[in-house]
């Protein structure tokens, strides 16, 4: 939960959302989880781990006629139908675990960790899913409002531990099938109505190994510091057996890689501590890899991972020291990631895998007073602007933020359930870019960050300036203009951006 009074400036809420906060006042936040940190940046390792509505996105101009110095961009009679990108995790999937409120948002996506199996299967062969039933209405909940749900499974029964007493760890090689078995029989339950789950998530960090965690926890822990992939090649093993009857259970059900930690940079491992000529031990990252050189690439459908960004103390300044990322040099570290995982994939023959950022955020960790502020408010909502932009352009299947209630200050409400807000620069970005199809990055300006969108007949720009503010000349006057708020800006063919995205429809 969020300590303290949060200060921030008053800003003009949407009535509906202000009735919804009501609504949240009540609910708690879940509990922080263990933090541990990586030694090459004395950050804490990324363990763990919005306020317009989709129908009040503005109304879109038309094409200026104007000269553009914009790229060129194909215009489309008929554009293909879009999935959005836009995505929370809550704990509790109810009206007052924040069902309600991010509905409202827009948000699409919905992650829940997550099903025990050591719940439903105490004993092999005993199925109890009446332990699991106040899950299952959650579940439904999702359905009923139309929102997709990722839903995590982990916990491995005692019977079916590879190491006694971890439940968070891997199953035994003898109880491979009969996990597999498990899982068909979740896909079967859970794909159909009326709970409609067609995205299956197998552990949470499964890239950590058990000794770095408690035997329970939710965080991985398929991770083997002993293997040469640290584990990842036992995982292809488990994949292989549960793939086939998660698509015997339900052909269109996707098998998702349990989201990666991916810690540092393998290929570019950072000094620690820096300047020390000493550098990291980034093998968990290459826990992919070892799926893949298992043969394991065919039997999943997308990768989920974590790209967590941390506050630099200052207005819209972030980065993860550990992929050598920061917000003046390529913004959310969650493109850095993905070129990672693309360039694993692809050297492995499997280019078009899914990718799903299945826990976004930038966190503020040190003294607490600096959390405490304006400025850092400010830059969350300068962030979620940024990463769900970036998302989209990147081809994320989703971009999760972690969560409603987060962590390290993360968070979407405060701990009286009042949105904010981020929460407001999160809706805006889901009505503009959830409908959105990528047409590529905006180049010719120097110093900003940018990218070009389709949406119908109209056309979006997503801009902010890297570092220092730029003043550049569009070549045309646009229809529409607005802040990451969603307020609207005078349209000018010159404009001086900062680093707080400015939104541009033609």
């Not at 009969?178 to 109505?193: G, N, P």
């Not at 999760?400 to 209630?405: D, F, K, L």
Request: aromatic share 10%.
């Amino acid at each position: 939960m969020l300590g303290g009074k949060i200060f921030m400036k008053t800003y003009t809420w949407l009535a509906v959302l202000t009735v919804l906060a009501l609504v949240l006042a009540a609910c708690g936040g879940s509990p922080s989880p263990t933090v541990f940190v990586e030694p090459a940046t004395q950050q804490p390792v990324e363990t763990h781990a919005p306020v317009a509505t989709q129908s009040s996105a503005p109304t879109v101009g038309t094409e200026p006629t104007a000269a553009n110095p914009a790229p060129q961009e194909t215009q489309q009679s008929s554009q293909p139908a879009v999935t959005p990108v836009v995505g929370v995790e809550l704990h509790r999937i109810t009206a007052e675990g924040g069902l309600t409120l991010v509905k409202d948002l827009g948000v699409h996506w919905i992650r829940r960790n997550a099903l025990l199996w050591s719940e439903v299967e105490p004993q092999l062969g005993a199925r109890n899913w009446e332990a699991v039933t106040g899950f299952e209405t959650e579940l439904r909940n999702a359905a009923e409002q139309g929102m997709e749900t990722i839903l995590i499974v982990r916990s491995t029964p005692a019977w079916a531990q590879m190491t006694p007493g971890v439940s968070c760890g891997a199953v035994s090689q003898e109880m491979l099938p009969a996990f597999a078995i498990f899982m068909h029989d979740l896909v079967a339950r859970y794909s159909a109505e009326p709970y409609n789950v067609k995205y299956y998530e197998l552990g949470n960090e499964p890239d950590i190994d058990p000794g770095l965690v408690k035997p329970d926890n939710i965080f991985g822990c398929w991770g083997d510091v002993n293997a040469p992939y640290y584990g990842g090649e036992y995982y292809a093993d488990m994949l292989k057996a549960v793939y086939p009857q998660v698509k015997a259970a339900d052909p269109q059900a996707q098998v998702v890689v349990g989201g990666l930690l991916l810690d540092c940079d393998p290929g570019n491992p950072p000094e620690s501590p820096a300047g020390s000529g000493q550098y990291a031990d980034c093998t968990p990252a290459r826990f992919l890899e070892g799926i893949l050189e298992n043969g394991g690439g065919d039997f999943f459908d997308a990768v989920s991972f974590h790209a967590y960004d941390y506050y630099y103390d200052t207005l819209g300044r972030y980065g993860n020291l550990g992929w050598h990322s920061s917000s003046k040099i390529n913004g959310p570290v969650v493109t850095v990631k993905t070129d990672y995982l693309r360039s694993v994939l692809g050297a492995h023959g499997y280019p078009d895998k899914g990718l799903i950022n299945s826990e976004s955020a930038v966190l503020c960790t040190g003294e607490e007073a600096k959390c405490l502020t304006e400025t850092f408010e400010e830059t969350k909502s300068i962030y979620v602007a940024q990463a769900y932009a970036s998302a989209r352009a990147e081809g994320l299947l989703a971009n999760i933020w972690y969560s409603i209630q987060g962590w390290r200050f993360s968070g979407l409400v405060d701990k009286q359930g009042e949105p904010l807000p981020a929460a407001k620069a999160l809706a805006f970005s889901a009505s503009q870019l959830n409908q959105a199809v990528f047409d590529q990055r905006l180049e010719q300006f120097t110093g900003l960050m940018g990218y070009a969108y389709q949406r119908d007949s109209a056309r979006l720009w997503v801009v902010w300036a890297l570092d220092q503010d730029q003043t550049i000349d569009l070549g045309s006057l646009p229809a529409e203009m607005y802040d990451l708020y969603g307020n609207s800006l005078p349209p000018a063919q010159q404009i001086t951006v900062g680093v707080e995205p400015i939104y541009i429809v033609w």
